[in-house]
């Protein structure tokens, strides 16, 4: 029987409280740092491991963690998710994306049908048109091969599938699984859409338009740019558009797409890259061999995040020391820091991911909670991010917890030696002495050259960025969301928030507005 | 006569802090919030205006602002800054970038001459060169015209040029001025380098290498990279590439470079768009003169930031408020929120320019400060934030304050009409309807639908993104930072908090490690 209750009345987070706070630099210093960096450090799938050794945590802060875990049920809720439970509550539904890639959890029946095999089944014909894409069995109506695919969606639709097509591109072209560029439309403004179609050879271009609901106000915008510039070149729309919604939204049967891809409301937005959200752009992209390991990587995440036993569950406990820093320790940011090029637009899809699962003031139950939620995530790749915003974290007045990523072997395998090293043995050398700065600092004089250490971090560490280690991280990221969702008892699946602002908008475009907003529309000319 | 002082000494400071807190969701309501959004607005320079109607001040916080301003003698300091004095204490240099585009201040003598005419020297030796790749007086070897331009740099000398050339490029290319397209190769991640030069034309490409030194290693390398893949070609590197770097640094005389332009240490990496650093690349991809423009508008908002009146100073105002809500009111982030895509990278170069310039604990002499210094930046283009974090912004349990930008036109002209209104309409519509969202916010009985409002947030509006109101732009906010330097009593223009990082990788790539490096070193392969 699972219960749930807000993180203040939980017995075992006042037992964390009072556990004694560890002092970073002093225990990452020496032969207990050493010790540390090899004893705090938990396997995940595709050969990864999560170490948090320059975490400010000990085994008593751990032990402490463990209980809150077991005191909240929180594999237990986990499960009772993968399971088909009712965890969406603010809009009463289930949440099933693992079930598109992999056997966790019990059948799930739901619109008259079993959800697994509805969800396995939208895979086969995104692998099929893929496949058929690529062998010219379609093409457009010259018929000539398509080489392009532009994906038209915004936010889950957008942030997900270009974070992992960015991640994979270069891997795919030195791997020869590199079929057709991506590209990607998402922002109301007409100069997104305006200069993706000037770049692109838009007859030999097909265009994914991404709505779960059929009715985004920006991708139905964006539908019609694309419908006007393939128009003006005198090309048959339909012929070159496939939509990825519900069955339920107006894109489902219609005649103005080559073949729709169904997803449903169990599959949340900024859950989706799993889904054929990710999955058409990027079997177009890669083929769907390479999005099948992707899922396998994601699959293998899934089922060590299942582990009742925190210390082989690195979601579970990646995400208990962030509710830790959180509300424990008082840090309100976390950066994530990829030592990966690859990884460019991975921080801003977790920043999605994160931020607007658990960016909220109210309990699953709609109760205020009277403690704080999600940190703000932000992060660039490193060694780029050292030369920006890294002397602030270094030096700066506040603390801010930082999530290292880093991979022993680069994706094209092309380098160089300058100064007796190769780029990527530098590369993987700033990671690590980065952790070791931040935890440790160095005592100067010069109170300007002073860094007073303390600042934790965690990393992640990979053989090499693939479509499965992808995968993994993906899932890893996912999983942990939904755990700090979890401990602070907050639907992590709706996002009231940004209902005010659409229905404001309306306003404004219907010239319906009054006070301040008249006024903001009249200075914006609208 | 100047005296430099810590905020927590300053009596204007006591008083400001005794200021009553303003309602800012009562304030911004009905006919009160429309006469505010009429009021509270700065002209900016290039037709632009700072609209600071809902922050969370009134004319009580404002005056208590002027008063703080004034005590600090914060226009005097500037006024010091542009005229010379020594104001990097820790590096003991003078701050002299806006000579690179303006006529601001007295003549400077150093280096034995006048450092104006040398920054426009430069300038005019990079418009000659510029001309001459344009008019195929310069080509390559096989006399063919150069068409694409990459920037080797990382930090200062990637962000702030990267972010400007996206932000014109769509602009150059609807008023015929686009020259050359430009790439960038930052990362010392050799996946970075190796695919910008698998995707570029290495035979008809100019390659600009940055580093002020000389001696920037992640530079140095991807320079090796670009050399290598050169000579693979069968082309003279020296024949492909330029430097952008001081007098007296290693690559300024060589001759491995078709040509070098000169910047020098008064110039700091995250202040050097408007030098050579910028100049270089963006005179190439849009022509001397469009660079001339973009410098134009810097030297105007230059001009207004010379104010002694807050409400005719932008971006004095808009420093004085940041620094409002971050040591009164507590708020330990900043979102910068461009709704604009051409502005997708400006987030990350404004990250730098604040976090590198006041992510600092010491003052000027290198005393620890009592207080908070400068804030987290991040941010995304509008409308796509809107479908991602957002959530938080409205309704997570921090908050953040928020710098909206937004343009009357689109740059490309190019639109549709859907239910309706123009794209552009609705652009400008939600980011209205935001700021009035987040300043007021909107009850509802259904807590998960409720909408506290009191989020603070600016709008600084344009006409249109073009150069002169990109420099305008780009100004602004560095004259905001450096005035925040000032309240903050900070050197805003050191960066000794990268220093330990740079140190701990060289021993792990000499393998001169103990400790947790050692074992992170064995963990990463390295």
Redesign the interface.
Known sequence: MITWNNLDTVKAYEALKGVAKVDLAKV????S??A???KY?VPMAEGM?Y?Y??KQVDDDVLAALAALAEEMQLTEKFEALYNGEVINT?EKRMVLHHMTRGQLGNAVEADGGDKRAFYLNEQKKIAEFANKVHNGEITNAAGEKFTTVVQIG???S??GPRAMYLAL??WA?VNNTFKMEAKFI??????????VL?GVDVAHSIFVLVSKSGTT??T??NE??VK?ALKNAGLDASKHMIAVTSETSPLAKSADYLAAFFMDDYIG?RFSSTSGVGGAVLSLAFGPEVFAQFLDGAAAADKTATNKNIFENPALLDALIGVYERNVLGY??TAVLP????LSRFP?HL??LD??S?????NRF????N????P???G?????G?????????????I?PLQFL?F?N???G???V????????????????????F????AND???????GGRPSS?I?GEQLTPASLGALLSHFENKVMYQGFVWNI?SF????????????????AHDT????????D????
Do not use: W
């Not at 998402?186 to 200069?195: E, W």
């Not at 658990?358 to 109210?362: A, I, P, Q, T």
């Not at 709609?366 to 909670?369: L, R």
């Not at 005010?500 to 404004?508: E, I, M, N, P, R």
């Open positions: 990452m210093a020496g032969e740092g050493a540390r960096v090899k450090s491991a170490n050794a320059a603010g915004i936010g889950g957008d942030l591109e270069n072209k998402s922002n109301v403004d007409p100069d997104d859409a305006a200069a000037a106000l920006e139905l915008t019609s740019f006007d937005g309100q940011n030592y990966s090029q690859a801003a920043q999605q931020m607007e658990n960016g909220k003031s109210v709609g109760e205020p909670v403690y704080v939620t999600g703000v995530i932000f660039e790749p490193g060694t780029n050292q030369h920006s915003f890294y002397q602030l974290l270094h030096q700066g007045t506040d801010i880093g022993k680069s994706q094209m092309t380098d160089v300058i100064q007796g090293s190769t780029s990527q043995q530098k590369l993987c050398a700033n990671v690590a002495a980065q952790i070791v700065a935890a440790c600092g160095k010069n109170r300007n050259k002073n860094f007073e990393i560490i639907n709706d996002q009231e928030g940004v209902q005010l602002g659409k229905v404001l908008a309306q306003k404004v475009l009054e006070g301040a907003l008249s006024v903001y529309s200075l914006l000319n609208i």
